[in-house]
């Protein structure tokens, strides 16, 4: 089993619409967490981290579920320039902070 | 605020060449990352310094890839020689601290082929 998993996608939501996706990780002492945003044939970019209570940043929520070890990203009022791969790093305290990284669900924003 | 500097952006080699890869981090970041992306897949980190120091180059296949951070600042990756499972994109980011949570900021990559 991967350390982080994510479902590759694609996503095709249209304009307008809400969709949210999911990342699992395997390691229960995993302590940080984070989405980062990948367009095409460009560099990962921080898009929000996760905290225990969640937290909100515009459209874009991220909640972590402790229980069953996954986090999640929701996208409200979707826009054609959210159309990018959403990456989720987990860091866990023992793997030396190591920054461990999903391959990423690509979403695609159709007009 | 200069961003993360890579250079070059794309390189292609034969199999069996040697290739390397220079990153200008963000001036005063102590951390440095080199990763590894296939792809399709998410970045693998390949080693991480602390200023001149290596943390972590546990996933650094080490009978051909060298990295080094002379004086904490830019570093340059190598591969030597390179095989064609090492086509991907080799992506620098720093870090202020490097301590968990803390965020990377990331270069251009260098997109490389090998034939």
């Known amino acids: 089993r991967k350390e982080v998993e994510q479902d590759p996608g694609p996503f095709n939501v249209p304009e307008g619409a809400t969709v949210a996706f999911n990342c699992t990780y395997s390691?229960?002492?995993?302590?940080?967490f984070f989405w980062y945003r990948q367009d095409c044939r460009k560099e990962p970019k921080l898009l929000m981290s996760?905290?225990?209570?969640?937290n909100e940043d515009g459209r874009f929520t991220a909640q972590l579920n402790r229980a069953s070890q996954y986090i999640s990203l929701l996208i409200r009022d979707s826009k054609l320039s959210d159309s990018a791969t959403y990456l989720c790093?987990?860091?866990?305290?023992?793997?030396?902070?190591?920054?461990?990284w999903g391959a990423g669900t690509k979403l695609i924003i159709k007009p | 605020e200069a961003g993360v500097a890579q250079s070059p952006r794309y390189k292609i080699i034969e199999k069996r060449q040697s290739v390397a890869f220079w990153c200008n981090p963000i001036?005063?970041?102590?951390?440095l990352y080199w990763y590894q992306q296939i792809l399709g897949q998410g970045p693998k980190l390949l080693i991480q310094?602390?200023?001149?120091?290596?943390?972590?180059d546990s996933q650094l296949p080490k009978d051909r890839f060298s990295a080094e951070r002379l004086k904490g600042v830019d570093s340059t990756l190598k591969i030597q020689p390179a095989k064609l499972e090492d086509s991907a994109v080799y992506l620098c980011?720093?870090?202020?601290?490097?301590?968990?949570?803390?965020?990377?900021?990331f270069g251009p990559g260098t997109r490389l082929t090998v034939l």
């Open positions: 980011a720093s870090s202020p601290r490097g301590v968990g949570g803390d965020t990377q900021y």
């Open positions: 001036s005063g970041h102590a951390t």
């Open positions: 310094f602390q200023n001149n120091g290596v943390v972590d």
């Open positions: 390691n229960s002492a995993s302590q940080s």
């Open positions: 996760v905290y225990s209570s969640g």
């Open positions: 790093v987990v860091i866990s305290m023992d793997s030396n902070y190591q920054l461990i």
